[in-house]
């Protein structure tokens, strides 16, 4: 059976993530992306108790809709070319997003492994063309 799917942003802000969440779903989509990635989220990965009580309020609105969230996607760029600091807490940030998912019950985790060294490099080719 085809499902229609649509990305969530705003995890952290409560108020509008219920507010997509009800739109999208008055709007006729059957499930949802959830986008990890945001900097504001990520944040959260670091505030256990908060973020266990989002996950719990997530849950319950996903259930009392019978709905499901299809697939997150863990935060980008792994690996940030002449920065090991950020590229740390990058990885860090992309372990931390695997339980949230599980805890959310995501089905799929996407993982973007892409040095920035070579999309910066991508974009200025494509940009000479």
Do not use: C, W
């Amino acid at each position: 059976m085809l499902k229609t799917s649509i990305g969530l942003k705003h995890f952290e802000d409560r108020g509008l993530f219920r507010l997509q969440f009800r739109l999208m779903r008055e709007a006729g989509f059957d499930t949802f992306d959830l986008d990890l990635a945001e900097q504001p989220i990520r944040d959260l990965f670091y505030d256990p108790d908060t973020l266990e009580r989002y996950v719990g309020e997530t849950r319950e609105m996903l259930e009392g809709e019978h709905m499901e969230l299809y697939q997150a996607h863990a935060p980008f760029h792994p690996y940030v070319y002449g920065d090991p600091e950020k590229t740390e807490r990058n990885l860090r940030d992309i372990r931390l997003s695997i339980p949230v998912a599980g805890k959310l019950g995501v089905k799929y985790l996407i993982v973007h492994p892409i040095f920035a060294l070579m999309r910066d490099r991508l974009y200025r080719h494509n940009d000479v063309l």
